[in-house]
């Protein structure tokens, strides 16, 4: 595995590097119970969007031999995710979804090829938020959890990287590059500003 440090930098580097605040991974360590709950659904969702997305362009081989393998990977990690809550006596149960995805998929243009583009900018956007946190977390975390969580990063890393290069390499008529700043803005928005509701991806709680 990469040094974490060889993964972070380009993942921050395009977050605009908005770092995690203190105070999430604060409130995040008192909701232990429900930050691995969410995280089980994160990993559905991710391989769910994923395999809509190659059944969508399935014609379009550089985007199938990525997707494929992200579904695969995302869902071993459900599947991880579900026995360490089983592990922790943690019974299962629905949550809210947060206001994070929803809130990237605004910008989600509804006319092909832009839809594509901008749905693998929102993709690159969720995992290189998640692969930070897992990082920001690590070093609070129990021996098991945190072993977990810094194993995910190389995997996380690497579904950042082909989201963003398979943007790029439909962009066609598309400026890539400010789509990613637009997108960006919303990113960092979501998760500076407060945020009742505590989840994975949500932004600085609004009360401990």
């Avoid at 921050?12 to 605040?21: K, V």
Wanted: glycine letters at 6%; proline letters at 4%; one cysteine or more.
């Amino acid at each position: 595995m990469n040094a974490p440090s060889e993964i972070l930098a380009p993942i921050l580097q395009f977050l605009g590097g908005l770092a995690t605040p203190k105070v999430w991974i604060e409130r995040a360590l008192q909701e232990q119970e429900t930050l691995l709950l969410d995280h089980r659904v994160l990993e559905y969702k991710a391989a769910q969007s994923a395999l809509s997305l190659l059944g969508r362009h399935i014609n379009r081989p550089e985007l199938t031999a990525k997707m494929s393998r992200l579904v695969r990977e995302e869902l071993v990690h459900f599947e991880q995710v579900t026995r360490l809550i089983k592990k922790r006596g943690i019974a299962l149960k629905g949550l809210s979804a947060s206001r994070y995805a929803a809130g990237l998929r605004q910008l989600v243009r509804a006319q092909e090829p832009h839809k594509l583009i901008d749905t693998l900018i929102a993709g690159a956007f969720i995992e290189a938020r998640s692969c930070e946190r897992f990082a920001a977390l690590v070093p609070y975390l129990d021996a098991d959890l945190a072993k977990f969580y810094a194993g995910l990063l190389e995997s996380e890393g690497r579904h950042f990287l082909g989201y963003i290069e398979l943007a790029r390499l439909y962009g066609g008529e598309d400026d890539v590059e400010a789509r990613i700043e637009l997108f960006r803005a919303e990113e960092n928005r979501l998760i500076a500003s407060p945020d009742e509701q505590f989840r994975f991806h949500s932004g600085v709680p609004v009360t401990l």
